[in-house]
């Protein structure tokens, strides 16, 4: 089975900071990692995915991650915080298994403060 | 071109009350997954439907069944409710053709509240 680990259930940065959210997963096959992040009172959106090709992922708003096969991280990073990034992130896992992906496998979150 | 939509919005229910949730693939969608966030953690599988049929499940009790109509629009019951069914219930939709299924849509969710 698959699995999760996202370290700190809260980050708070500073304005125009580097956003750091670490994500660890266990898997005993090659992963597809997702991070989605929420606003409050809203569903998820997502930011970015790795399925299998390149190891640095760039996806919306800034944000990149990258596939570490030997650490099994995929930590999430964005250069400058602004204030419209302050939200919860979700970490995510899913395999490839007969003829599909199996059901996403989320962490329990990272929410992000940005402080002016 | 719409995204998957839910409704309602917020619902308010009492413990031992039944419920349904209902949830709109995006368009080209013929797989639906219904996952259940309550406060404070991420998500939860409950069970996925395509060919109107549920083909996998989460650990969810038999409370929890749903159903898919011919144009991949999906329901999600919840019998004889708990003040632990309060959460937050969202719905994803994904192509079941295998080289696009990691591909998950969410909706906006419905948020449940037991009293």
């Known amino acids: 089975a698959q699995s999760v680990t996202q370290l700190g259930s809260h980050v708070s940065v500073s304005e125009g900071a580097l956003v750091l959210l670490r994500c660890n997963y266990s898997?005993?096959?090659?992963?597809?990692l997702f991070w989605y992040v929420q606003y409050p009172n809203q569903g998820l959106q997502l930011l970015l995915k790795?399925?299998?090709?390149?190891?640095l992922v760039k996806g919306i708003n800034g944000f990149e991650a990258e596939f570490k096969k030997s650490e099994t991280s995929f930590h999430l990073t964005k250069p400058s915080a602004h204030m419209s990034d302050a939200a919860e992130y979700f970490c995510a896992v899913s395999v490839f298994m007969n003829s599909g992906n199996t059901p996403l496998v989320f962490g329990k979150g990272t929410r992000l403060s940005v402080i002016a | 071109d719409a995204g998957v939509t839910q409704s309602p919005t917020h619902l308010i229910k009492t413990r031992g009350q039944q419920v349904t949730l209902r949830c709109s693939p995006k368009?080209?969608?013929?797989?639906v997954s219904w996952y259940q966030q309550a406060l404070g953690q991420g998500p939860q599988f409950i069970f996925q439907y395509y060919e109107e049929e549920e083909r996998q499940r989460g650990n969810f009790p038999d409370r929890f069944s749903g159903h898919q109509f011919p144009n991949y629009s999906s329901e999600l019951n919840v019998n004889a409710l708990l003040l632990g069914d309060s959460a937050l219930y969202l719905c994803a939709s994904s192509r079941r053709r295998a080289e696009y299924s990691y591909e998950q849509y969410f909706g906006p969710g419905t948020r449940l509240t037991v009293t």
């Open positions: 368009s080209g969608h013929d797989t």
């Open positions: 790795y399925t299998s090709a390149a190891t």
């Open positions: 898997s005993s096959v090659p992963p597809y």
